[in-house]
């Protein structure tokens, strides 16, 4: 029964797809065409996704992570405003 938990989170985790398409335009180098796929990934958010998932997180150390995170953003925003 434990491996069907394990297997249902990777199924679910799968079905998250980042897909990123490029076509090569007409008279247009590989080299150009390698920069605008860079820039579609990193605006898509891929690469910050994959950083995130490389280590698992605790549910309660990713509650802590946000947390601390709204602190900080509540003080800066009494020290501004």
Do not use: C, W
């Not at 079905?15 to 080299?31: A, C, G, H, T, Y």
């Not at 309660?60 to 995170?69: E, G, I, L």
Request: glycine fraction near 4%.
């Amino acid at each position: 029964m434990l491996e069907t938990r394990e297997l249902g989170k990777q199924l679910k985790i799968a079905e998250e797809e980042f897909v990123v398409k490029l076509r090569v335009r007409d008279k247009e180098s590989i080299q150009d065409a390698v920069r605008r796929f860079r820039k579609l990934v990193e605006h898509s958010g891929v690469k910050k996704e994959m950083r995130r998932r490389e280590y698992y997180e605790k549910p309660s150390d990713a509650a802590r992570r946000a947390r601390r995170r709204a602190e900080r953003r509540a003080k800066m925003n009494r020290t501004m405003g």
